[in-house]
């Protein structure tokens, strides 16, 4: 005999699903929140790492501006020193250069002009003078011209001021200054030449003290008979060292 459920079985396996469906659903979306929740942890702390490491790349660039305002402060420290050390290293070669610079200037002027101011810059000199005529400022560029311790003269202005002093013209000079190639050579052979002429001359060096002391020996000699004797010409002065020498050589 056939058995028929007449249950309504449909409406419960239904229900049955949709209870399967409901629980999967569920299932799947606290699978969505936790992957959800793990993946903003994770971002959080890289995000995190970032930081951190942006932070210490911050320390070290603000580290490293402190040692390159400090190595900006010591190069222009050093910059000052070597332009110190050029100043010194050429006024040490341009110590003689004034000495003889004045000296020429003595040298080189004529009796009829007259300096009234000078000054230098660098390798040039500008003169001011007043002269008794036109021939008297030639004749002194002409002597500036040939001083090795002096250039090129160039005529800057000459004026006749008309007036009843000796020196009615008043004239400027630019003057190229120059340093003669045989200077430091000179310099640097002078003690050697000084010790070189010492040394040929050390034989001659007696003679001469005992020329010195020649005069000890009376000049004149009064005669009780006669006139008083002449003196001894120079030439037995400067032997009688010599003389005296080989009396005690024999003594």
């Known amino acids: 005999m056939a058995h028929i459920n007449l249950l309504p079985w449909r409406a419960e396996r239904r229900k049955q699903r949709e209870r399967e469906f409901f629980m999967q659903l569920g299932a799947a979306f606290v699978a969505a929140v936790l992957f959800v929740f793990l993946w903003a942890m994770w971002m959080g702390m890289r995000i995190d790492n970032q930081n951190e ?23 222009k420290v050093r910059q000052r020193l070597l332009a110190r050390k050029e100043i010194i290293e050429q006024l040490q070669a341009n110590r003689s250069q004034m000495v003889h610079l004045f000296d020429e200037l003595v040298k080189t002027i004529p009796s009829n002009a007259r300096l009234t101011g000078l000054k230098q810059s660098g390798d040039s000199m500008s003169l001011d003078g007043v002269a008794q005529s036109n021939a008297s400022v030639a004749e002194y560029m002409r002597n500036i011209e040939a001083s090795p311790w002096m250039g090129h003269a160039d005529l800057r202005k000459i004026e006749n001021s008309h007036d009843a002093t000796r020196m009615p013209y008043t004239f400027g000079l630019d003057v190229k200054l120059s340093r003669p190639k045989t200077d430091d050579a000179s310099t640097a052979t002078g003690a050697p030449a000084a010790a070189s002429s010492a040394a040929g001359t050390g034989v001659a060096a007696p003679a001469t003290t005992g020329s010195a002391k020649a005069p000890a020996v009376p000049a004149k000699t009064a005669s009780p008979n006669g006139p008083p004797a002449a003196a001894k010409p120079p030439a037995a002065a400067a032997n009688s060292p010599a003389s005296a020498s080989k009396g005690g050589a024999r003594a």
Do not use: C, F, G, M
């Open 53 to 75: 490491r942006n932070a210490y790349l911050t320390n070290e660039i603000s580290q490293l501006d402190v040692r390159i305002a400090k190595i900006k402060d010591l190069e």
